[in-house]
């Protein structure tokens, strides 16, 4: 795998209790970087699945100390600007910078647009979009502040860049990361920052596996056209190192004239 130089930086990770989270806190770490591992643990009333504990979030701040990063662990509800500033404002105390931001928090459920309650509908927008916009918002100004660059990775899915039966509220959430990557990139350029999202197929990740044995039988279709079947390359969910080496790609200077780009980690998939 290529090696990554992100020695003297600090990387801001959302959604980092577990998953592709804790894969990407664990791979910046790994390539030289110190890690703000931020979770809200509390999780939201219409989850389907239980969400990452306090302890996962320990959990990653011990893996990431065990790549050689010094980790800091922030809880913090990404759905609350307050909440977001604080958790901003307490990584640049600690560590005086924040150089990649890694907008990964988000949750999913299954629910027919015409059938969902408006509870559902506003709980997963909050999170996954408006989320993905206040933490951009937060360090955006800190990089905006330091005007000597800075990344932002967002992830997106492949369900925002078609439909998604059974989930259309959150194919309009990662239609919406898309459409504020490419917003970002164009107001951040001048400022030296690069601006990109990710946009995954199915994961292997505690949330399939969660939604899988909460809902059985009932969830299985959204996750067949989400993921699995629909795949080229491998019938089967990658894996969130697939994702991780996207997000160490984008965040490193291999890619320093790569931005406002959704890139696809589909084994095909989008290519159907």
Not at 43 to 49: A, F, L, M, N, P
Request: charged share 20%; with cysteine.
């Amino acid at each position: 795998m290529p090696e990554y130089a992100f020695d003297g930086q600090v990387a801001f990770v959302t959604g980092a209790g577990r998953g592709q989270g804790r894969s990407h806190a664990q791979q910046y770490a790994k390539h030289g970087a110190d890690v703000v591992v931020v979770d809200g643990p509390k999780g939201v009333g219409t989850s389907q699945y239980p969400l990452a504990s306090e302890t996962q979030l320990d959990e990653t701040a011990s893996l990431v100390e065990d790549e050689g990063g010094d980790a800091l662990v922030v809880r913090a509800d990404v759905r609350r600007e307050s909440a977001v500033e604080a958790a901003v404002e307490e990584a640049i105390d600690r560590f005086g910078r924040i150089d990649i931001l890694a907008n990964n928090a988000g949750i999913w459920n299954v629910a027919d647009l015409v059938a969902m309650d408006e509870q559902r509908w506003d709980e997963l927008l909050e999170t996954v979009l408006k989320g993905t916009w206040l933490c951009s918002k937060h360090v955006g100004q800190q990089f905006v502040e330091r005007d000597a660059g800075g990344k932002i990775v967002s992830t997106a899915s492949t369900a925002g860049l078609v439909g998604a039966r059974g989930s259309g509220h959150y194919a309009a959430a990662k239609h919406g990361v898309v459409g504020l990557t490419k917003a970002l990139a164009l107001e951040l350029a001048e400022h030296g920052v690069n601006v990109n999202a990710v946009a995954p197929t199915g994961v292997a990740t505690p949330m399939i596996d969660g939604i899988l044995e909460t809902m059985g039988d009932d969830a299985l279709t959204s996750v067949s056209d989400a993921s699995g079947s629909m795949n080229v390359l491998d019938d089967q969910l990658i894996e969130p190192r697939d994702v991780s080496e996207a997000y160490m790609w984008l965040s490193s200077d291999a890619a320093r004239y790569v931005t406002g780009i959704t890139l696809p980690v589909d084994a095909g998939m989008l290519a159907k």
